[in-house]
């Protein structure tokens, strides 16, 4: 089968050895996708709602960047730094998947690569030619 990598242009792609995402046949998996805005610093800094907003937003590309749709996503994992905010992020979360619904995994986890993040999230998908 094909082997497609995604890239998003994030700097630690090359130096890490990962692409944001992969297809092979009709599965697509995203990597932890973190708030990154567009000029490399951290999006919605102190927001985890924002922040979760940017990473549907950059998984949502990804996804399509690798010929899916958001109607193809069968699995997220949110890893949040925290509990206290977890229904922020749920939240985003139903805004992207409220008619979707996947199968869905809140993590709370120490901390990330930068330590403003609060949230990273993954996602795979099947996608349906």
């Known amino acids: 089968m094909e082997r497609k990598n995604i890239s998003s242009g994030s ?3 090359k130096s890490i050895g990962f692409s944001r995402a992969v297809r092979v046949g009709n599965i697509i998996s995203v990597s932890g996708t973190g708030p990154v805005a567009d000029d490399g610093s951290t999006h919605s800094p102190g927001d ?4 979760a907003m940017r990473c549907f937003e ?11 749709k958001l109607e193809d996503v069968v699995r997220t994992r949110m890893y949040i730094a925290g509990m206290a905010k977890w229904e922020e992020v749920a939240e985003a979360h139903g805004e992207f998947f409220s008619e979707i619904r996947p199968a869905s995994t809140l993590i709370e986890v120490h901390r990330f690569v930068r330590s403003d993040w609060y949230v990273e999230i993954e996602a795979d998908c099947i ?3």
């Open 11 to 13: 700097p630690y792609e």
């Open 58 to 68: 950059i998984i949502k590309k990804a996804i399509e960047d690798a010929g899916g």
């Open 48 to 51: 985890a709602r924002g922040q």
């Open 127 to 129: 996608v349906q030619d």
